[in-house]
C-alpha cells in the first residue's frame, strides 16, 4: 500500500488534535447550543482513555457510556469481530454505575468545559426512571435514553415498540425538565412510528442510529467468534442506513431536533447526515480506531459548512435541512 | 504531527497530551520463518517512551478492515521499534507483504508495563508470540545491576527469537515443544538453584504466551508463592481504553486488558 | 496499490470461469439438488449477460431476476449509488414479465441444463398468484416468491407481517407442487416470526436476506443520488447482519431449508453462511463487480469443504449445521 | 487468464465465451490537465476487439469501492489501450494516483459501438470528456476511402484531446466555452458546405458528451434530418447488462445504457 493512498481514505494522518481550536460553525439541539454540530456517541468516548488526545470541551457534545442504576459487568469476552467496513461488538453495557458517574466522569467533564449528553441504561422502566431521577440534579446537560442495545436482555424491547415507549416516556418526562433524547434501534420494520412516539410522548429529540444486529462465524473452527454469540454492527458499513433512517424521519416530521449516528468516518459523512435532516452529528466507531477522529471530522466539517452558508446558518439556530421531494 | 510538541501540550486536567493514530514509515522488514515476520518502523515517540509489554495498534491500509491489530514493542534502537508477529489473518498478511519504504499507521505506546521496579531475580519466561514483549523486558532489564534475569522461551518449533534475546539477557534458554515446554524449563531452573537461591522471595516472574501457558505458569508460581506478572491479550476494538471491549475478569471485576493491563499480576487475575 | 494487496482481496484475478469443472460438494434445498451450495441471487443474473462468462449449468442453481405477471418498468435512473463496501440500488423490479420469461430465459437456461430458482414479484396476492399459476406448469425447479423488495410500492409490506405472509401462502400454495421459496426481508423488528408463518403455512424453504433501506446524498448538490430516493443496500456490508439473521432462523427451526445471501465475496464469506445453518448460498452484488464471481466463489468453497467432511456430508443429503448454544 | 483460449471456447448456445475481470498492467500514465489524465494499460483482449464508443470497466483497489468505473476506450494500439477521464470522485483520484508499473482491475470491452457500416461523412461532435469515444471513432475510421471525417471538439478551456485526434482526423475543429460551443461548429461547418453537399443525407453525426449538448446536437440533427448516433452516460451496476441499472428511456421502453447502449439513434431516443 502506497501512502498516496493513505491521503484519499485515512485523513486523520498528520492530524494534530491537541492544538487549541474553536469551530465557526455550531449548532442547538433542543435549545442547547452545541460548539460544532459533531459530538462523540454513547460508549466510545471513556474520559479517561480520551481526554489525553483531545479537550473534549471543544466539540459539540460528549456522549457519555450509558449508566446504569448499579455497576454491570457486561457480557464475556470476546466483545468484538471484525465485519467487512464495521465491527461487531457486544460489550453489553458494561459501566461502573450512575452514582461513580455523578462522582467522576460528569463533574470531571462539567469542569473542563464540555457539553454533556448523558447516556441511560436499563433493563426495565424502573431502571431508566431511577437513573434519570438522579442525573436530573445533576450538570448534565441532555439526558439520552438508550432503549436500543442490542446487547442486553431486552434491551430493544421499549425501543421497538411506541406503546412500551410512550408508558417509559410518560413515567420519565416528570422527573426531569432536561432534554430527553430517545436512541433509537434500527432493527424494526419502520422507524417512523417509532420517533412519533417519542415525539408525541415528551421526549425533546431522537438520536440514531444504534447498532444493527449482527455476527461473524470464525470458519476455521465453526464457531461465533463473539462469546455473546450476537452483538451489534456499526461502521462504515451501515452509514447508508442511518441516513435514510434520519431522512425519514425528517420527511415525516420538519422541525423535530435529530442527532445521527452511524460510521461517521469524514466530514463529508456527517455531511450526508445534515442534508439527510439531522441537527447534529456524533461519531462512534471512527474514534474507535483513531481517537482525534471526532476532532478531525469537526474540522473537515467545519470547513465544508463555509461553503453552505445557508445549511450552516440553518443550524446555527437549531434548524434543519429539509429536502422538499419533487 | 510533531510528538515534540504534542508531548509539551497537557489537557485541562493537566495530564500530557498524547499523539493520536499517525503514519510512520516502515524501515526494516524481514521473514524470520515462513510465517513469523519482524518489523521495524521509525517512530520516535514509541521509541522514546514505551516500556517493557507496552504494545502499539497497527492499522491495515484497506479500509474494509478498521479494527486495530496490537503487537507487543519487541525492541527499540534509537527512534526505530521492532514488532514480531505470526502471520495468522488478514492483517498480519497484509504487514507480511509491506515492504521497507512502504508506510504504516500505528497508535501507542499503549497499556501498563511489568513491573520492574524492584530488584531481584527475573524470569522471563516466553511462549511462541508471547516472546516479543518478555524480550522487551530483557531490554529494559539490561545493564542493570540490581537485576538477574533469565530468559525461558518455548517455541512451536523455530527458534525465531533466540537472538533478540541474546542480546539482551546472558541467560537464555530456549525448548520448543517435542522436547517440552516453560514449565520444563521452569523446573530444571529451579532444580539448579542451592543454598539461599533456593528462598525464592526476590524472584519475579514476567510473562506472555498462550493463554494455558500462562495459567500453567501461573499455577506453578503460585504453589512456589512466587511473584508473577501475567501479559495478557483480548481481542480490541480500540486498545487505549474507550470501548470497554477487552475486558478480563479479575478480582477486582472486569477490567480492561488494554488499559488496565495487558500485564495483570497472578493476585489480580485470581490465578492459583 | 501494489500487486500484492490484490492477491489478498481480489481473488477473481486470473480466474478462468470458463474452463468445464464440476464441483464435489453439492447440496439438496427443499427435495432439489444444487451441484454446488453456491447459487446466483435474484436480479443479478441476467441470461444473456452472464452466460457469455460461464456456463450456469455447473452451479447449484441460478435464481432469476423477479418476474411479474406484465412487463414493468421499474423506476427512473439513476439506480445506483456506492456505499462502503457495497452499493444501494433501486432497480425497482423492472422486467420484460412472466410470458416473455417462459418462451425465453427459462427455456433456454433448462436447455442449457441449469438448475432455475424463478423469482416471483408482485404489487398484490393477485400479482403473485397470476405468476405462480402461470411457473406451475413450466420446466421451473423452484420458485421463490419476492415479499421483500424495498424499491416497489407495497414491496415489503408482506414480508413484514406475519398474518398477511400467511393468507398469502394460504393462496399460493395449492396452486403448484414445485418448492415454494419466501424471500425475506432484513428490515425487520425481528426475522423469526416472519419465518415461522413462512413455515407454517406450506412454505418449503426461506431465502435470505433481501436488501436494507438505505439512501446516498451527494453532498456537492446537497440532493438524493438515486432518483428514487431510497434504495435497498447490498454487498459485503451487510453480510454480518445476513449470517446473524440466518442463524436466528436455524436455531428457532432445525431443519427447514435456509438459502443465504448477503455479501458473499468469497469461500470463505459462503462457509460462514453454511456454518450459521444455511443450505444454500446465492451470490448477488460479487457477480455485478466481477462476471465469474459465482462460479470463483463456489470453487474456493469446493475446496474448503474438502476439509470440513461433517459439514460437507450433511450438505450432500439436504442437512444443514447447527450449532448447539452452551 | 488466457484470452486466446478463452476465445476459443463457446457456452452452451454457441456464443463465444468472454474473459472476466482481469488485473492489468499500467503502461502509461499522463496528466493532460491538472484534471484529465491519460492511462494506457496492456490488454491484448481489448486492443484486439474493442469497436468505437465501446467503453470497459476500471475498478477501484480499494475493497470499499466496489462499483465499476466506465471509461470510453480513446484510442489502441498494439495491445495496449488507452483511457482519457476526468478526476471527479474517489475512483478518479485513485487512478490519478497510479504509476507506471501499478496494476488495475479491467473488464471489456463492453456494450455497443458506433455504427460505423455506411460510407459518407462523419461528423465527430464530442463535448469534454465525451471526446474519448469520438477519438476512438475516428482512429477506426482512419485510412477509410468511403468516409470522410470531421471532428467537432468542444472544451470547457484546455484542448487535452486535439493532438489525440489529429493522429486519425485530418480535419480537426475545437471550440472552447468562452468562444461558443459544439452547436457554433456545427453551424460553422454547415456554412462551409455547398452544392451537392448540402444535401446532407450521407451525414453521420456520432456524438459525446453532456447531457444537455446532446440533446442540442439531436435537436440540430432532427431539424436538417441528418442521422444522429448518441452516446449516453448513466451510473452503472455492473456494466455488462446483468443489473438493469443503468436504463434510459427509448421509444422501446426503457433500455440498458451498458449493453443496449451506451450508443442510440436519435430516432431510438425518440429525441427531437
Ligand atoms: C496486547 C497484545 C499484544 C500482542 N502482541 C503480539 C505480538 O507481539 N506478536 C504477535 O504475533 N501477535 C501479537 N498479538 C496478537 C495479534 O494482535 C493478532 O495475531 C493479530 O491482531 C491478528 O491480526 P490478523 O488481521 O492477521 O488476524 P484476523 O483474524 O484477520 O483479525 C481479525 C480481528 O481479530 C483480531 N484478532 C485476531 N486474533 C487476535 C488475537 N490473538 N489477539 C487479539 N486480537 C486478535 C485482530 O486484531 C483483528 O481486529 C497481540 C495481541 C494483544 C492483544
Ligand atoms: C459508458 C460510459 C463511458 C464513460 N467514459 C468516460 C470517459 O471516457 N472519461 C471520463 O472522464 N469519464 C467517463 N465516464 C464517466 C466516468 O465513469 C465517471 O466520471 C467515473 O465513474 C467517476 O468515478 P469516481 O469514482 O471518480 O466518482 P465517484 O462520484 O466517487 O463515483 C461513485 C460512483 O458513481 C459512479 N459515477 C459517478 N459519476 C458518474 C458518471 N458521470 N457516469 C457514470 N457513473 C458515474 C462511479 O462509477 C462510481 O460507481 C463514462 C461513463 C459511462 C457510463
Ligand atoms: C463499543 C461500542 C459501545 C457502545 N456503547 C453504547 C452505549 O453504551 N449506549 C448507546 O446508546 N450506544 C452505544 N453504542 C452505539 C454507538 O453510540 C452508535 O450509536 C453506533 O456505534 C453507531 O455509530 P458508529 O457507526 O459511528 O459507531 C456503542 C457502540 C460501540 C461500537
Ligand atoms: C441490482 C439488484 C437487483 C436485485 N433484484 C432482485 C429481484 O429482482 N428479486 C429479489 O428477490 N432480489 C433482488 N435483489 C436482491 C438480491 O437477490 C440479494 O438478496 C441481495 O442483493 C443481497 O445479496 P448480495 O449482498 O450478495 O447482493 C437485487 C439486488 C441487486 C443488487
Ligand atoms: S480495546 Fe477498547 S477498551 Fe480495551
Ligand atoms: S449497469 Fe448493470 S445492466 Fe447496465
Redesign the pocket.
Known amino acids: 500500500m502506497s501512502a498516496r493512498e493513505t491521503t484519499t481514505e485515512l485523513q486523520h494522518v498528520h492530524f494534530d488534535a491537541t492544538e487549541p481550536r474553536t469551530f465557526r460553525h455550531g449548532t442547538v439541539v433542543a435549545g442547547v447550543p452545541w460548539k460544532s454540530p459533531i459530538g462523540t456517541a454513547a460508549g466510545t468516548y471513556n474520559l479517561d482513555a480520551c481526554s489525553v488526545y483531545y479537550n473534549p470541551a471543544i466539540l459539540g457534545a460528549v456522549s457519555t457510556k450509558g449508566v446504569s442504576p448499579v455497576p454491570w459487568e457486561g457480557n464475556p469476552a470476546p466483545r468484538t469481530?471484525?465485519t467487512p467496513a464495521g465491527t461487531v461488538n457486544s460489550v453489553g453495557l458494561q459501566n461502573p454505575g450512575v452514582d461513580h458517574y455523578l462522582e467522576d466522569d460528569l463533574p470531571r467533564l462539567k469542569a473542563m468545559g464540555a457539553t454533556v449528553v448523558s447516556n441511560v441504561a436499563g433493563h426495565s422502566d424502573d431502571d431508566f426512571a431511577e437513573v434519570v431521577e438522579k442525573l436530573a440534579k445533576s450538570e448534565a446537560d441532555m439526558l439520552e435514553i438508550n432503549v436500543s442495545c442490542p446487547n442486553v436482555k431486552s434491551g430493544t424491547s421499549v425501543g421497538k415498540d411506541p406503546v412500551a415507549l410512550c408508558t417509559l416516556l410518560k413515567r420519565l418526562r416528570p422527573l426531569t425538565d432536561k432534554p430527553l433524547i430517545i436512541k433509537l434501534t434500527p432493527n424494526v420494520d419502520d422507524v417512523v412510528p417509532i420517533a412519533r412516539a417519542a415525539i408525541e410522548n415528551g421526549a425533546d429529540a431522537v438520536s440514531l442510529i444504534n447498532t444493527f444486529v449482527g455476527m461473524r462465524i470464525d470458519t476455521h473452527t465453526g464457531r461465533p467468534i463473539l462469546a455473546n454469540v450476537t452483538g451489534g454492527v456499526s461502521g462504515p458499513a451501515v452509514h447508508p442506513m442511518a441516513v435514510a433512517m434520519v431522512y425519514k424521519i425528517r420527511q415525516a416530521f420538519h422541525d423535530f431536533p435529530i442527532i445521527a449516528m452511524g460510521g461517521t468516518f469524514s466530514g463529508d459523512d456527517a455531511l450526508e447526515f445534515l442534508y439527510a435532516g439531522a441537527n447534529a452529528v456524533e461519531v462512534g466507531s471512527a474514534a474507535l480506531v483513531d481517537p482525534a477522529a471526532p476532532v478531525r471530522i469537526a474540522t473537515e466539517l467545519d470547513e465544508l459548512l463555509d461553503s453552505r452558508p445557508e445549511l450552516a446558518d440553518a443550524l446555527a439556530v437549531g434548524k434543519n435541512w429539509i429536502h422538499v421531494q419533487d | 504531527m510533531s510528538c515534540a510538541r504534542t508531548f509539551l501540550q497537557t489537557n485541562p486536567e493537566g495530564r500530557a497530551y498524547l499523539p493520536s493514530r499517525r503514519t510512520v514509515e516502515i524501515v526494516g522488514h524481514e521473514l524470520l520463518t515462513e510465517s513469523i515476520v519482524q518489523l521495524t518502523v521509525r517512530d520516535e515517540y514509541i521509541a522514546q517512551h514505551a516500556q517493557a509489554a507496552q504494545?502499539a495498534n497497527l492499522y491495515?491500509s484497506n479500509s474494509l478492515?478498521i479494527?486495530?491489530?496490537?503487537?507487543?514493542v519487541?525492541e527499540v534502537h534509537d527512534d526505530e521499534v521492532t514488532?514480531?508477529?505470526?502471520?495468522?489473518?488478514?492483517?498480519?498478511?497484509e504487514f507480511r507483504d509491506k515492504q521497507v519504504g512502504d508506510t504504516i499507521d500505528i497508535l501507542g505506546p499503549l497499556?501498563k508495563s511489568f513491573d520492574l521496579s524492584e530488584p531481584g531475580r527475573y524470569l522471563l519466561v516466553g511462549g511462541g508470540?508471547g516472546i516479543?514483549?518478555i524480550a522487551h523486558a530483557a531490554q529494559k532489564l539490561s545493564g542493570r545491576s540490581d537485576v538477574q534475569a533469565t530468559a525461558l522461551l518455548g517455541y512451536r518449533d523455530v527458534h525465531f527469537a533466540d537472538e533478540m534475546l541474546m542480546r539482551h539477557c546472558s541467560d537464555v534458554r530456549a525448548i520448543e515443544n517435542e522436547q517440552g515446554n516453560v514449565i520444563t524449563l521452569l523446573d530444571q531452573w529451579l532444580a539448579e538453584q542451592d543454598g539461599d537461591a533456593r528462598n525464592l522471595s526476590d524472584v519475579h516472574i514476567l510473562t506472555c504466551g498462550p493463554h494455558p501457558m500462562m495459567k500453567a505458569v501461573a499455577s506453578w508460581a503460585f504453589k512456589r508463592d512466587v511473584k508473577a506478572q501475567m501479559n495478557l491479550?483480548?481481542?480490541?476494538g480500540c486498545g487505549y481504553g474507550t470501548c470497554v471491549v477487552?475486558i478480563t475478569p479479575t478480582i477486582h471485576g472486569n477490567q480492561k486488558?488494554?488499559i488496565e493491563g495487558?500485564v495483570f499480576t497472578r493476585e489480580e487475575l485470581g490465578w492459583e
Chains 1, 3 share one sequence.
Open positions: 469481530a471484525e | 504494545f491495515s478492515q479494527s486495530p491489530r496490537p503487537f507487543g519487541a514488532f514480531l508477529f505470526a502471520v495468522v489473518g488478514r492483517g498480519t498478511e497499556g508470540l516479543p514483549p491479550e483480548e481481542r480490541m477487552c486488558v488494554c495487558p
